[in-house]
């Protein structure tokens, strides 16, 4: 089963529900923020190097998170839709393969890290995931 999620920010987006060992899709608008985290403006991707999006097991603030997921723009998991640059918002489609949480369950965190031309990364927030064990049928 394949289900598709659209996300218009990562700041405050809700908590989604997946089932480890299933194809999903993240349709992800990605934006500048002010101070208070409310969007601004469209993030221009078209001159980009790198987006990742990570998906890490949630953690007490002074624990380190390692990434359980690591989906990239270079090798195909993460597609520009539409790039931003003509100041209508971005499209950004993260696939995530039933492999990569076939073996995964609990509460985790999303990020996106978006790498500029110039090299600069910028880290656009986070929201939740909780992964179900996947029911068997033996």
């Not at 001159?47 to 603030?61: C, G, H, K, Y």
């Not at 380190?64 to 990239?72: D, G, M, Q, R, Y």
């Not at 939740?128 to 068997?136: A, C, E, G």
């Amino acid at each position: 089963m394949t289900r598709v999620r659209q996300l218009s920010n990562l700041h405050g987006c809700e908590t989604i529900f997946m089932n480890g060992g299933s194809s999903e899709f993240l349709f992800l608008s990605l934006y500048h923020t002010d101070i208070d985290g409310e969007p601004t403006s469209p993030i221009d991707l078209s001159t980009i190097n790198e987006i990742e999006w990570l998906l890490a097991p949630r953690s007490v603030i002074r624990e380190k998170s390692v990434a359980k997921v690591h989906a990239k723009y270079t090798t195909g998991e993460v597609v520009i839709i539409s790039d931003g640059s003509d100041g209508q918002p971005n499209r950004v489609q993260v696939t995530i393969a039933p492999y990569s949480t076939q073996n995964l369950v609990g509460a985790f965190r999303h990020q996106v890290i978006v790498t500029d031309g110039g090299g600069a990364q910028f880290v656009l927030g986070m929201g939740d995931i909780i992964i179900n064990r996947r029911i068997q049928t033996t």
